[in-house]
């Protein structure tokens, strides 16, 4: 009716799916080296990386929260991401012709655990445009790379996240949305690097250069149950008058 719809989402529990795709700092690049000493053959330089790494991937996401004003929610969201790990393990003996190793790919699923809030205005419109903002805290894996090395700590980052998109009624309540999702990193340690020891001919290095920033596009549904409490129109009037001299 004309007046649920003008309550819009206020005091409505909510619940989201959504997945999609597309590329950002969700992968990861492990490097371990050792360059051994030619007549005790223990390490003699020894170089560890462990980094975020851009790549392609899944971006499935699951929220949950209320609609605290007729166009706006506040949401608990989950998110799983896709990509992959690629290693590169050595390990050479001075003196000797270094062998360069292959570099190896491994999948790699993490998840990612944040808040959001967004803005849904034109409660009465079948089509509606909604943006929304986000803060998200994302963790990477630890890799065990050789026995010699202790593993670094996994990568971790705080993102800012901005999700533009659009929404369609598609029942009184189910909505089916379109989104883009940018993620952009202000915090967080995407890049660990441990060095003991010199005499390696040309050590690795961490990346230098690479785009931290995500960007996804998504579609998906949201469930809008309720309302648990309404606005009082009629108390509001008698407020009004109320306060009238």
């Known amino acids: 009716t004309w007046r649920s719809e003008k309550n819009g989402r206020f005091g409505q529990v909510l619940l989201r799916a959504a997945a999609g795709g597309g590329t950002g700092p969700y992968s990861q690049r492990y490097v371990s080296q050792i360059f051994l ?12 990386i462990n980094e975020v790494a851009a790549g392609s ?3 499935f996401d699951l929220e949950a929260g209320l609609g605290v004003a007729p166009w706006v929610e506040v949401m608990a969201a989950v998110g799983f991401r896709t990509g992959k790990i690629s290693t590169a393990i050595d ?3 001075e003196g000797q012709v270094a062998i360069p190793s292959g570099e190896g790919n491994q999948s790699l699923n993490t998840t990612q655990l944040g808040v959001r809030a967004s803005f849904v205005p034109f409660t009465h419109s079948i089509v509606r445009p909604a943006v929304g903002v986000g803060i998200g805290a994302w963790a990477g894996k630890a890799v065990a790379g050789s026995d010699r090395q202790t593993p670094l700590p996994k990568p971790t980052a705080l993102f800012f996240e901005l999700l ?3 929404e369609v009624s598609a029942s009184t309540n189910v909505n089916l949305f379109a989104r883009a999702l940018i993620a ?16 390696m001919p ?13 960007f996804a596009v998504q579609a998906g549904l949201t469930v809008r149950l309720g309302p648990l409490w309404k606005y009082d129109n009629k108390a509001q009037a008698r407020i009004l008058i109320d306060d009238e001299p």
Not at 37 to 48: A, E, I, R, Y
């Open 37 to 48: 000493d030619g007549t005790t053959l223990q390490p003699k330089h020894s170089v560890q």
């Open 57 to 59: 991937g899944g971006a």
């Open 91 to 93: 390990e050479d003996v």
């Open 164 to 166: 533009p998109g659009a």
């Open 184 to 199: 952009v990193p202000v915090a967080g340690n995407t890049a660990a690097f441990e060095e003991t020891g010199a005499g």
């Open 202 to 214: 040309n050590p690795p290095s961490p990346a230098s250069g690479v785009s931290k920033t995500g």
